[in-house]
C-alpha cells in the first residue's frame, strides 16, 4: 500500500512517541468504552477559533469552567474566567457536560489569528504559506501535535473529536481558496492517520466573511459545504445568523456562545447519526 505523502514528516515521525491512548482508544458507533471515561477534543482554527467573546460579558453560570470539563489553551490548564477573552469552547463545554454529566471531558485549544489551511498544512513549506502571508505563522500542524502529545491524559483518555473554526484568511487570497476543500481533506485525512483515529467526527464552521472584501469568501463557503459530503464523519456548523463585533468578521460574546453550541449539537447529532447507520 502507498504510504501518506506526509509519512516521513516531523509529525509522522513524533506519532511514534505519543501517549499510549492515542493508539489504544477506539471510537465505534458513537459509543465510548464507559460513561465515566475521559474524552478529548481538538478545538483549532483562526480568529473566530481563537475567540473575540468579552469573559466579562458571560453570566456567571456560563463563566464557570462546569465540573467535569478541563480546559487545556496551547497546552496550559485554564479555566474559562480566567480569559479577557473566549471562543467556541465555553458554549460547546456546557452543551456537551449537561449532555455528558458522567464523562470527563478535556479541551485542547490551539488556534493562531490569521492564519489559512497553508499554515496549517500537515507538510508545510514557505513557499505555499507564502500565498497566505504566513510565512511566519507555521509550521501550525506540527504544533498542534507537540500540544497533544504533552497534555497530561488519564490512561482511559479517548480521543472524541475535532473542532474546526477557520476560512476567513483563505477566503481572502483567490489562490487559497481555490483550493480550499482539497487542502482541508488533507487535514482531516492526516489528523486522523496521525492520531490513530481513522473515523474522527469533524465538525467545522462556516464563514461569513463580508465578500465585498474577501474576493474568494464565495468559494471558501461552497468548499465548506461540500465538506460535509465529501469528507467521512463531517458535520458543517451554520453561522450567519450569529452576531458579531462591528468588524463584520469576529462574532460577539453571543455569537461565540451560540457558536459553541451548535458545535456540540452538530456533534451530538453526527454521533447520533452514527448510531442509526447499518
Not at 464523562?103 to 499554515?119: H, N
Not at 513549506?125 to 500565498?131: Q, R
Request: glycine share 6%; hydrophobic share 45%; charged share 20%.
Amino acid at each position: 500500500m502507498m504510504r501518506p505523502s506526509h509519512w516521513n514528516s516531523p509529525a509522522r515521525l513524533r506519532h511514534a512517541l505519543m501517549p499510549a491512548w492515542l493508539s489504544i482508544c477506539a471510537f465505534a458507533s458513537g459509543t465510548f468504552a464507559q460513561e465515566s471515561s475521559q474524552v478529548v477534543f481538538l478545538l483549532a482554527g483562526q480568529s473566530n477559533m481563537v475567540g473575540r467573546g468579552v469573559s466579562a460579558e458571560l453570566p456567571p453560570e456560563m463563566a464557570r469552567t462546569p465540573a467535569n470539563v478541563q480546559y487545556f489553551l496551547e497546552g496550559e490548564l485554564t479555566r474559562f474566567a480566567e480569559q479577557e477573552r473566549f471562543g467556541p469552547e465555553v458554549g460547546f463545554a456546557h452543551e456537551l457536560a449537561s449532555a455528558w454529566p458522567e464523562r470527563q471531558i478535556v479541551l485542547l485549544k490551539y488556534a493562531v489569528d490569521a492564519t489559512s489551511l497553508l499554515a496549517w498544512a500537515p507538510v508545510w513549506d514557505s513557499v505555499g504559506a507564502a500565498i497566505t502571508e504566513n510565512v511566519l505563522d507555521g509550521p501550525l500542524y506540527e504544533n498542534l501535535l507537540d500540544i497533544v502529545a504533552l497534555v497530561p491524559l488519564r490512561a482511559d483518555a479517548e480521543f472524541a473529536g475535532f473542532l474546526w473554526m477557520q476560512g476567513e484568511r483563505d477566503a481572502y487570497f483567490p489562490a487559497a481558496g481555490a483550493e480550499y476543500l482539497r487542502n482541508l481533506e488533507k487535514l482531516v485525512q492526516c489528523l486522523r492517520e496521525d492520531l490513530g483515529k481513522p473515523n474522527t467526527p469533524f465538525v467545522l464552521g462556516q464563514v461569513n466573511p463580508p465578500p465585498d472584501r474577501w474576493a474568494a469568501a464565495d468559494l471558501v463557503r461552497e468548499a465548506q459545504r461540500e465538506a460535509e459530503g465529501q469528507i467521512s464523519s463531517t458535520r458543517l456548523v451554520l453561522t450567519d445568523d450569529l452576531p458579531k463585533h462591528g468588524d463584520e468578521v469576529h462574532y460577539n460574546t453571543d455569537g461565540q456562545l451560540e457558536l459553541g453550541r451548535r458545535f456540540a449539537r452538530a456533534y451530538l447529532d453526527l454521533l447520533s447519526a452514527s448510531e442509526r447507520s447499518p
